[in-house]
């Protein structure tokens, strides 16, 4: 267990709010070291092996390289060249799934923020456990326990200053900031720290010559908003003195639910465009339908060799939740936008295509469909009710025997008995 590295001693006042941000480390690269333990201590990349992959995680001796998440591949392979190479699996959200579990057993203000992080809200749990030092504490150790994994925390009374102190605490760590301690802490930072300040907001505040948060601080509301605008000069402002009245939102609403896929290769091939298509459309049917939910519309995103990336919107003539019925309405989408014709023309080289469901309705309040559900590809009848039943029944044969229990035939790859097997969906699309 790490040290702990309280900023100044706790006031004898408690502060309004308690708030830890818990964050797993180097959470990827650990959750496959479970498995693969001879590999510990060694320089390991978690990505996919691929020209145009990026870095999933970095263990923290391949970080002392220079290696970061969401680095190129590539780039990371020329830094740290002896790296050894894991491909990422789908036990990640399993053990994420554990870790708030065990969050959740000390009270219903959680909040998590992506797979390997959250906020908790302590406040009500400081009668009930007392010192949250001590409960922070409690918590890592439940969770090297049970999970085998390391996390560190921050616990301050804003959540910004929270996350700051355990991004200070890592590897393994737990920082505490009091409230009368949090101008100590924040200002001897560089601006780049600071949530939402990215590499051009630094440029041009070091060309002010401001570097540090404590020299931000010397500008006042107006000086800033002049020259950063109202939103982001007070954004600066607010920073720089540790105000963050957000709070814990226990229950975020989503609204949308997208899946985008990188070619290897910049692709003219219809097929193969059409077969990861049809892929991420089953994928948002199978999200949808777990969350009860059906959109409304969709949005496609094409990024072309050149990187010149199209934004476009779908709409729907009803909602859905059958990814059989999406793949239609985003062929059709396409072939109107002269990305992907219906008669399998590719006019130009595609490197990544995405697809995001949004304006959701929920099923349980009742289904209202088209008159006669006019195939959106084909032209043909459809009842995109029947796809619902048919892809509900698959999700229950796949939650019961994983995603070998049954796959469309479409998703095959093609046989040595059967070569000349399209490669993709083809009209109908199962």
């Not at 560089?190 to 500008?219: C, D, F, M």
């Not at 080289?349 to 084909?378: C, N, P, T, Y």
């Not at 796949?398 to 469309?408: A, D, E, L, N």
Request: aromatic share 6%; charged share 25%; with cysteine.
């Amino acid at each position: 267990m790490g040290d702990t590295q309280p900023c100044g001693s706790r006031p004898a006042d408690r502060p309004t709010r308690v708030i830890m941000h818990l964050d797993m480390d180097a959470f990827y690269v650990n959750v496959e070291l479970l498995t693969r333990p001879e590999l510990r201590g060694q320089k390991i990349i978690v990505a996919r092996e691929s020209e145009r992959s990026v870095v999933l995680s970095a263990s923290y001796e391949a970080r002392v390289f220079g290696v970061r998440s969401a680095m190129p591949l590539a780039r990371a392979k020329q830094l740290c060249p002896d790296a050894i190479i894991v491909e990422p699996h789908a036990r990640y959200r399993d053990y994420s799934q554990r870790v708030m579990e065990i969050l959740r057993d000390l009270t219903d203000r959680v909040e998590q923020v992506s797979v390997d992080e959250a906020f908790v809200d302590l406040t009500p749990t400081l009668r009930r456990l007392g010192n949250p030092v001590t409960t922070a504490e409690a918590v890592r150790w439940r969770i090297r326990e049970e999970l085998n994994l390391p996390a560190s925390a921050g616990i301050s009374s804003t959540k910004f200053v929270a996350k700051m102190a355990s991004a200070g605490s890592k590897p393994d760590g737990l920082w505490v900031v009091p409230p009368d301690r949090v101008q100590e802490f924040l200002d001897p930072l560089p601006v780049g720290k600071l949530w939402g300040v990215g590499p051009k907001s630094v440029k041009a505040l070091n060309n002010w010559g401001i570097h540090t948060v404590a020299q931000l601080r010397e500008y006042d509301l107006d000086f800033l908003t002049h020259h950063w605008g109202q939103a982001s000069g007070t954004h600066l402002y607010r920073l720089a003195r540790g105000i963050d009245p957000r709070e814990v939102v226990s229950e975020r609403v989503e609204k949308s639910i997208g899946a985008e896929h990188t070619f290897a290769h910049d692709s003219l091939d219809a097929q193969e465009i059409r077969r990861e298509l049809f892929r991420m459309s089953l994928t948002l049917g199978q999200r949808l339908r777990a969350g009860g939910k059906m959109a409304r519309t969709l949005s496609l995103k094409i990024r072309y060799e050149n990187f010149e990336t199209l934004t476009r919107s779908c709409p729907l003539s009803e909602p859905m939740d059958s990814g059989q019925a999406i793949f239609r309405a985003v062929l059709s989408r396409l072939d109107q936008l002269q990305v992907l014709t219906l008669d399998q023309q590719v006019p130009r080289a595609v490197r990544l295509i995405g697809v995001r469901a949004e304006k959701f309705e929920h099923r349980s309040d009742g289904v209202q469909v088209a008159l006669l559900g006019q195939d959106l590809v084909s032209g043909g009848v459809h009842d995109p009710e029947q796809w619902h039943e048919a892809e509900s029944v698959m999700d229950q044969i796949q939650g019961r025997f994983g995603t070998s229990g049954i796959t469309p035939a479409n998703l095959l790859p093609p046989t040595a008995t059967n070569p000349q097997r399209p490669h993709g969906p083809g009209r109908g699309g199962s």
